[in-house]
């Protein structure tokens, strides 16, 4: 089976994606978070479920947990905590590494 599904804003950058399901992918993109749903069908139908907004630099994943961590800047202090369940995204905490800078590759969720 293939399917394709654009982001929703025209200019996006895909910066990754992840599935949380058999039926769910979640798109991030440097304009926001995004997440979809897909029939299993011979169709392979594609239903935006809800998305949220906002500038990301980078993100880190762990599938084992569902959670997410997003920068808004390439070298940041503060790191935005999200977690996904059920189609829901979940915007928790925001850590604050007072004079700590870190990149993507600084960053890892176990």
Known sequence: LEHSQPVRR?????LGFVWTSNTKVV?????????YSISQDK?????HVRSTS????WYCYSPSHRYMVTSSK?????LQVW?????TLYKLAMVNLDTAMVKDR???LI
């Open 106 to 108: 600084d960053v890892s």
């Open 27 to 35: 798109y991030i993109t440097d304009q926001g978070i995004e997440i």
């Open 74 to 78: 390439t070298r940041t202090s503060r």
């Open 10 to 14: 025209k200019h996006s950058v895909i």
């Open 83 to 87: 977690a996904i369940r059920n189609s």
């Open 43 to 47: 169709k392979a139908a594609t239903k």
């Open 54 to 57: 906002l500038t990301i630099a």
